[in-house]
């Protein structure tokens, strides 16, 4: 008896929900957003729909959006790092002098992931062996980090980069795609495997949603909060690379503020910032959302500080949304 | 006798959870200057009602009435207002402020210049307390008085509310066998001063010495009252459980095998001491022992879950060291704790995620899920506990307690353990999954594994235990093998009165 009600049950289960709580998901929210603002967008300036002015608008968010990955995954956890753009300082600073030195691009780009890398350890070592809340602790890195590579440049900047270095900044591997954008892409995708179809991923949302219970279960919690922060170390060196490259030079200013824009990104995506629920389909569709948006205000000129400003407002507009979301689905549900 | 009117009355509440019906239409009547006892097993609906009357939960339905007038409590403080006060078992307190503080916090009393009037407040303080009876220095802290101590701070709190309404809430389970003497007068004072008193506990020499009235719950469902001089103790069971006491426990003898786990001189620098045990196949050992006696605190460092204790876990005569749950798991013990909800399941995964997140590492070997082989697993221990759910994808959340306490234990059971150490394994949960539970306990024994049970219900673990260890202050005091289980002497044993008694 009990079998074939449980068998029943799940297949009419599945037709009756699966179309509304789709049409609701956030995802599909920030989805119809992102193509409202490109129709608004094409509207605005007919440059916008260029080829090369879409390719180039890639550039000013991908390396940013590459961070946002492993971030998200931090705030699952129900952390945050707020030392990113400090930990591409240090990593590109590693790349300057390393670049004074050699014209290997293997060494130059070594340098800067083992720096970027061992950042995020010692991040993810003073939250986890020593119980420092990560708000804390990365505050406090984000200032060291920042400080070393002020205390190392003083006001010089790092230029002697090799001319073939420039290709991870500024270089095309089809027409139209950037090595940028393409790279952002492959690690997209990598990180949605990551988190939706493993192990590990079951265990971020676990660890998220109850840490005591996920402890409770054999999942050794330290361990995986540690590999995570490693993790965001090792993809600000990546983004740091890239950086480094289209800009040409490394300076002690490099990168700054950006942890904010990277944080909006996850946060816009769906990632609660309570922890435990969020999804790598939304921070991608965030990263467009933003990147469209940037794009769009650029092109009809409108000054970087409204800019941040519209940003700021999307931003708390889009995340008071989900409770009257919670509320239209409750309704549709009933 | 003349029928009083009840000051404060409860008529059909009901209050719904998602999946859960904690009260269904209940009605209860306090009467002025008498003690209504409200009588139920865990999960009955008592805490719910109590958490109703002080405006914490707002009732799904039903009204309330205050002299005979509806009255709304939307938050705890129209209860104040309205003269109702909860006494817990856990008295709510400020530590580091003075008695006397304590007793005026958020209605200090205030000079026309707006500066605080401490002096005023003093004098009140000792009024009240002399009032109850209570010898306490106004400007002592409260983190240096014993927990009596603290619920004459409570009470003497809610007089300086007027209270007409008092709730006590198993007031007594954390107190001294001499403290509970001095409470019962406070009791009866306030009793004197016209309060009407509703006094919840499991205890029914209590309940005989305080109550005039009694109520009683069961699953959430209003069942009956009367007058405690008209009742004897064996209706009253029965009426909260049911049934009679006898068939409650499906106990199956099974023949003891070989020592399956053995510590020795388990030692930890707080919470116990000197803990030394055999467990064996097909053995349930249940630990007795009053709340804060250190017995969950042994299973859980036995779990690996705190490991700053000391000693030798033998587990089929290989000494482990255990430093991680992780570990505990890898050598077959697991832990369904107390905390279903804080620290068994991920309420927010569907069931099948659940019972798979101790072992997808042996699930999917190559580190990639595999919903197909996780729902399988679900379904076979599921199926096995009985998960009453329209299918292994609905959320822990929606479950009811004794369903998600069904899933925590198929989580452990699906990992195939040797020893699984069930702490207070049917707290707060409905009387069809307590059965289920006692009946699946004997199941496993058939099966050659051992059962820890920690378990404050005397009736359970007299019904299912083989051997008992009490507990007292971190230390074992006793053991007593089936044959001589007695309620008294477990009880005595508990609450250290053995040298007293004989």
Known sequence: MEKINNSSFETKDIEKKSLPSWVFSWESFLLATTVLVFFINCLASPYFLDPWSLSDATFNFSEKAIIALPLALVIIVRDIDISVASIIALSSTAMGFTAEVTDSLFLICSAGMIVGTLCGALNGLLITRLNIPAIVVTIGTMSLFRGITYILLGDQALKNYPESFSFFGQGYVAPFIGFEFASFLVIAVLFYILLQKTNFGRRTYAIGNNPTAAYYSGINVAKHKLIIFIMVGFFCSIAAIMLTSRLGSTRPTIALGWELNIITMVVLGGVSILGGSGTIVGVVIAVFLMGLVNSGLGLINVPGIVMSIIIGAMLICVIALPGVFQRLRNKVGN | ?502
């Open chain 2, 1 to 502: 006798m003349s029928e009083v009117t009840p000051i404060f009355s409860l008529l059909n509440i009901s209050k719904h959870f998602p999946g859960v019906k904690a009260l269904d239409k209940v009605q209860l009547d306090l009467y002025p200057g008498e003690v209504t006892a409200l009588v139920g097993e865990n999960g009955a609906g008592k805490s719910t009602l109590v958490k109703v009357m002080t405006g914490i939960y707002q009732p799904t339905e039903g009204e309330l009435y205050l002299d005979g007038k509806p009255v709304n409590i939307a938050t705890p403080e129209d209860a104040h207002h309205n003269g109702i006060t909860a006494i817990h078992q856990e008295t709510v307190l400020f530590d580091e402020l003075s008695v006397m503080e304590n007793i005026f916090a958020g209605h200090y009393l205030q000079l026309p210049s707006g500066r605080l009037d401490w002096k005023q407040m003093e004098q009140e303080t000792i009024r009240i307390l002399s009032e109850i009876e209570a010898p306490l220095a106004p400007k002592k802290l409260l983190k240096e008085l014993s927990i009596g101590q603290r619920h004459m701070v409570a009470i003497a709190r809610a007089l300086s509310f007027d209270a007409r309404v008092v709730i006590l809430d198993e007031p007594t389970a954390a107190l001294s066998h001499r403290e509970i003497e001095e409470f019962y007068a406070i009791v009866y004072r306030l009793q004197k001063k016209g309060c009407a008193i509703l006094f919840i506990s499991h205890k029914f020499d209590e309940i005989y010495s305080i109550a005039d009235r009694f109520t009683v719950f069961r699953d959430g469902c209003y069942i009956g009252e009367g007058k405690i001089a008209e009742v004897e103790e064996k209706e009253l069971v029965s009426m909260m459980v049911g049934r009679s006491i006898d068939t409650a426990f499906p106990k199956t003898e099974v023949d003891i095998g070989d020592c399956i786990i053995e510590v020795k001189d388990f030692c930890h620098p707080t919470e116990f001491d000197a803990i030394n045990f055999k467990l064996h196949q097909g053995e349930i050992l249940g630990f007795y022992g009053l709340v804060g006696a250190g017995r969950t605190e042994v299973m859980q460092s036995l779990f690996g879950v705190s490991n700053n204790a000391s000693g030798q876990i033998i587990v089929n005569n290989k000494e482990l060291a255990i430093k991680s749950p992780s570990d505990a798991i890898k050598a077959g013990i697991v832990y369904v704790p107390e905390e279903r909800q804080a620290q068994g399941t991920v309420l927010e995964f569907p069931i099948y995620q659940n019972i798979s997140l101790p072992q997808l590492d042996k699930l999917n070997p190559k580190g990639f899920l595999n919903t197909a082989t996780e729902y399988s697993l679900a379904d076979k221990y599921a199926k096995r506990l009985k998960v009453k759910a329209p299918n292994w994808n609905e959320k822990v959340e929606n479950l009811s307690g004794g369903n998600q306490q069904k899933v925590v234990i198929g989580k452990w059971l699906a990992t195939e353990p040797k020893i699984i150490i069930l702490d207070e394994p049917t707290k707060g949960i409905d009387i069809g999954s307590k059965a289920a539970v006692h009946e699946f306990m004997s199941e496993l024994t058939e099966q050659g594994l051992a059962v820890i049970m920690v378990s404050s219900e005397l009736p359970e673990i007299m019904g299912m235990a083989d051997r008992i260890i009490v507990m007292r202050e971190g230390l074992m005091v006793n053991e007593f093998e089936r044959a001589q289980f007695s309620a008294e002497q477990l009880v005595s044993a508990a609450t250290g009165m053995t040298g007293e008694l004989q």
